[in-house]
């Protein structure tokens, strides 16, 4: 009896990666087919986190796709773009300071998650900003056309220099299951 609970617990999880596996594939095939479209519009997928279902398998999968231009970058953003974030902006702007001079030349920054608890945010206050956040982006800038709903409005009192347009160059995915 515990022998079939275990092996039915090994298959359940090998047919969930798999699944996994075949979501990420579909995936990367349709944004190779949205990134390199001629045509405006053409195979669009929208990279402002709204979430998207895909089915693979007996299970929904939920992802949702965000060009980190349209995030704001922890460590490269300015303070009045970090005090755009829910609530805790300042408590960002005020940790990084000190994360980067324990830093020193030439070390690196420590993951999204491990920075955002060294600058202080707990586990509640790291998945409040989890979405509006990267530490990918190349400049500090965002862009409006790619932001996040919940930021797109604010951005509109951040002067120019605050702001990018372009391309998609870079995307971040969030994916999981039902």
Do not use: C
């Not at 092996?7 to 390199?36: D, N, P």
């Not at 001079?101 to 060294?118: F, I």
Request: aromatic residues 4%; charged residues 20%.
């Amino acid at each position: 009896m515990v022998a079939s609970f275990a092996l039915a617990r090994l298959e359940k999880a090998e047919r969930q990666a798999l699944e996994e596996i075949a979501i990420r594939e579909r995936l990367r095939l349709l944004l190779a087919g949205a990134m390199t479209a001629r045509a405006p519009g053409a195979g669009a997928l929208p990279l402002d986190g709204t979430p998207l279902t895909l089915r693979q398998g007996d299970r929904d999968w939920t992802l949702a796709l965000n060009d980190v231009a349209g995030l704001v970058d922890i460590y490269f953003a300015s303070p009045a773009m970090l005090a755009l974030l829910p609530d805790h902006g300042v408590q960002i702007a005020s940790g990084r300071e000190g994360v980067a001079a324990a830093l020193g030349h030439g070390g690196r920054y420590p993951v999204l998650e491990q920075s955002l608890a060294l600058f202080g945010l707990d586990r509640a206050a790291r998945h409040d900003v989890a979405g509006f956040v990267t530490q990918s982006g190349r400049s500090g800038r965002i862009n409006p056309a790619v932001a996040l709903e919940g930021l797109r409005a604010q951005l509109a009192g951040l002067p120019p220099a605050e702001t990018a347009a372009g391309q998609a160059e870079r995307v971040q995915i969030g994916l999981w299951s039902d």
